[in-house]
């Protein structure tokens, strides 16, 4: 039996695909949720199988959101299920991601429940891209058996060490495990490789300084310590912020 949970944020929508799970066997809805918050927290509470996952949704997209649910220790297939029109419904295509198109009709959604698969973190990147959704807005961090998410505005910088990466953010630290190349090519401009193993938030950069041994450091604005940079990344960085 397929454990399955509902995210759209209209109830309708919600309530038609309800119904519809009357009337296929082998699948049950363990969960619904109007906000892909709602959703990361009963995905981390109810461990469905399947999500149906609503694209166009205020605060967190589904897109995003979907990105979110691979921090989960399990984490679920995802459905998508669309309004777009059929140039957004191919970017879905070219990137094996499973869709509805509504309105949703129940051969169409026991035929998606069969093939369902989750999706990797570069499909889902490329994915947001193809079909114009915005860029992250959050950090997804596991603690314990929950989901945390860590607004981006609020990071100071991204240290990498081996098989874990640390966020440093105004409300303390977390471990991800997400690398730095995919933060840097998800997060845009803003945020700017000092090191090798240091992504740091350009917003936050107060100044350019040197240690006692001569080394280039960075401070930034609410960390006491500074960071080193790299000799090669030195000259780009001066150049760049002159700060």
């Known amino acids: 039996m397929l454990r399955v949970l509902i995210v759209d944020d209209e109830l309708p929508a919600r309530e038609r695909l309800a119904q519809l799970f009357t009337e296929i066997d ?12 709602e959703a990361l927290e009963q995905a981390a509470r109810l461990a469905p199988d399947v999500v149906l ?8 997209d589904g897109i995003e959101t979907a990105h979110h649910l691979n921090v989960l220790e399990a984490p679920p297939a995802v459905i998508f299920t669309t309004a777009y029109d059929q140039y957004a419904v191919h970017a879905f295509e070219t ?12 051969d169409k959604l026991a035929a998606a429940l069969v093939h369902a698969g989750r999706l990797t973190r570069p499909q889902l990147r490329q994915l947001a891209g193809a079909a114009g959704v915005r860029a992250r807005t959050h950090i997804a961090a596991r603690r314990r058996d929950q989901v945390s998410l860590i607004a981006v505005h609020e990071i100071l910088y991204f240290q990498a060490d081996q098989k874990y990466t640390t966020v440093r953010h105004r409300l303390g630290e977390d471990l991800i495990e997400e690398s730095l190349r995919t933060l840097e090519e998800d997060l845009g401009a803003d945020f700017v490789r000092i090191h090798r ?25 609410g960390h006491p310590d500074p960071l080193p940079v790299s000799r090669r990344l030195a000259g780009e960085l001066r150049e760049r912020f002159k700060v």
Request: proline content about 4%; glycine content about 10%.
């Open 26 to 37: 082998g699948a049950q809805i363990v969960g619904q949720a109007a906000t892909g918050l």
């Open 53 to 60: 996952l609503d694209v166009r949704m205020p605060g967190l």
């Open 95 to 106: 990137h094996a991601a499973g869709y509805l198109l509504k309105p949703i009709r129940k």
């Open 197 to 221: 193993n240091t992504l740091i938030n350009s917003s936050y950069l107060h100044r350019i300084v040197r240690d006692a041994e001569g080394r280039c450091c960075v401070l930034l604005r």
